[in-house]
Structure formats: structure tokens, C-alpha cells
């Protein structure tokens, strides 16, 4: 039988099952690198990268801290929130929407963001 193994980042001692790289903390760092350098598009990685975003962010969550779908499960989860755009940023930028327009925000959690990138929404 495979033994269990420690996660692959350097410095990282967790232990994770075998088969498997990272543990989850690092397993979220690595998701989201990969994202931002092979599907973030061009105008998504100036953005989210701006002060003004950050400004955003941080009033959008200060605002509507817990993730929509959650709620409507009567869920209230505040766990690793994702301000999400409800109409793609791209497409709302093409439209004539401003990016930082709380309008067209959302609160999501890690988990129903993944859902809807998936989907590619």
C-alpha cells in the first residue's frame, strides 16, 4: 500500500495522501497561479492588479460578505470569499461597463466561483 507523503512546496511539511502534490493550502496557491498565467485574460491581469481593485474588493466584501449561492441555501459562508463579476469582465467591458461598478459584483465562495469558471461563466 502507497504511504502518505509531504507536500510537495518547499518548506511545507503537512503530510498528504499519495497520489496527491500539495495539500490544500498550497493545492489553492497553485490553482490560482496556473489560472492567472494560462486563462486570465489580458485585461483581467491589469485589474485585478490595481489599487483601485483592491479598493473594491475590499468595500464590495465589507459590504456583502457572504457568498450568494450560499445563501440561497441558507448557508451564510464567509470562508475564502471571491469578489466575482456576474457578467464576465470582458463582456462587460465590451459593453460599455465600467469594471468596478458594484453592480455587476458578487460575493461567491471558492467553491461556487471554481463552479461558474468552470462553466465559463
Partial sequence: ????????????????????????????????ADYDIY???????KLYRTKAWANTRRYHLAEHPFCVECEK?????????????V????EWIAQGGDPLDQTNLQTLCL???????????
Avoid: F, W
Wanted: charge should be positive; include cysteine; proline fraction near 4%.
Fill in 1 to 32: 500500500m502507497a504511504q502518505n507523503k509531504e507536500c510537495s512546496r518547499g518548506g511545507c511539511h503537512r503530510v498528504v495522501p499519495h497520489g496527491t502534490r500539495y495539500c490544500a493550502e498550497h493545492t489553492q496557491q497553485k490553482n490560482k
Fill in 39 to 45: 486563462r486570465r485574460d489580458d485585461i483581467g491581469q
Fill in 73 to 85: 441555501e441558507g448557508i451564510y459562508n464567509v470562508e475564502n470569499p471571491e469578489v466575482d463579476h
Fill in 87 to 90: 457578467i464576465p469582465l470582458k
Fill in 111 to 121: 467553491k461556487h466561483h471554481g463552479e461558474k469558471t468552470r462553466r465559463g461563466e
